[in-house]
């Protein structure tokens, strides 16, 4: 198997347990090159051709890749290098918080609902979770570290 994209949310503490590999991206037993959970991380044939996925799943590898980014403006254009749209969501205390988007379509489509003018109510549980997943939110501190929810 090779580098897998991770399109939707995928929990990497529950992949740690599992007897699935020592990478989570390409679940083969390889020589962890970044660890990220314990002693299981990423190899470096997969980090070689890593691209963000699913910004919640590879939150772990986007917190490591971003450790030396200094400033907020240093992390955005990162993340937006790296093909990460970001939906400002407000600004306290020197933090800036984003949406960052992982699936634009479903975004874009029920943004009514993210934005809160739509009840989320209004759609079946399986929409209502594509659209919880569709986005994830951080924040960016003003030295550049982020913090990323799950
Ligand atoms: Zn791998």
Redesign the pocket.
């Given at each position: 198997m090779q580098?897998r994209k991770k399109k939707t949310y995928e929990d990497i503490y529950k992949w740690r347990r599992s007897q699935n590999g020592t990478?989570f991206?390409?679940y083969?037993d390889?020589a962890v090159a970044i660890p990220l959970v314990g002693n299981k991380g990423?190899?470096q044939?997969?980090l070689d051709h890593f691209r963000i996925g699913h910004v919640g799943t590879d939150r772990h590898l986007i917190t490591h890749l971003t450790k030396s980014t200094r400033s907020h403006d240093e992390t955005v254009l990162w993340l937006r290098k790296h093909g990460i749209k970001l939906a400002p969501a407000g600004y306290k205390d020197g933090v800036h918080s984003y949406m960052a988007i992982n699936n634009p379509g479903i975004f874009d489509h029920y943004h009514d609902i993210i934005d809160g003018s739509a009840d989320l109510n209004t759609v079946d549980k399986k929409t209502a979770l594509k659209i919880m997943d569709s986005y994830t939110d951080i924040e960016i501190f003003k030295d550049g570290d982020i913090r990323i929810s799950y």
């Open positions: 580098f990478c991206y390409c083969e390889k990423i190899c044939e997969c």
